[in-house]
Nanobody, 115 residues
């Protein structure tokens, strides 16, 4: 069974930075496209960034160059470096493959950006 454990969230002021990490167990991420998603208060979960098995990266339009996704296949981890955070980035952030495993979602990590 796949387990996804997200960490690194917290409270940060607007303009600040955070680095999120995701540990994957039960499956190697090598050869799998991975992604970060988020769910803002009162909104549906949305895709934020993804990284292909070949390390090509893609970002949602709202990222606007502020985030960087990376992966370490040897450790089965996926990171999201976030900078220039805005209050609108307040959300619970999740990692999963792309497209996601429907049955496997972690608990996510809360990111709160104060203005």
């Amino acid at each position: 069974q796949v387990q996804l454990v997200e960490s690194g969230g917290g409270l940060v002021q607007a303009g600040g930075s955070l680095r999120l990490s995701c540990d994957v167990s039960g499956s190697t991420i090598s050869g799998i496209h991975m992604a970060w998603y988020r769910q803002r208060p009162g909104k549906e979960r949305e895709w934020v960034a993804r990284i292909s098995s070949g390390r090509n990266t893609f970002y949602a339009d709202f990222v606007e160059g502020r985030f960087t996704i990376s992966r370490d296949n040897a450790k089965d981890t996926v990171d999201l470096q976030m900078s220039r955070l805005e209050p609108e980035d307040t959300a619970v952030y999740y990692c999963n493959k792309y497209p996601p495993w429907a049955s496997y979602w972690g608990q996510g990590t809360q990111v709160t950006v104060s203005s």
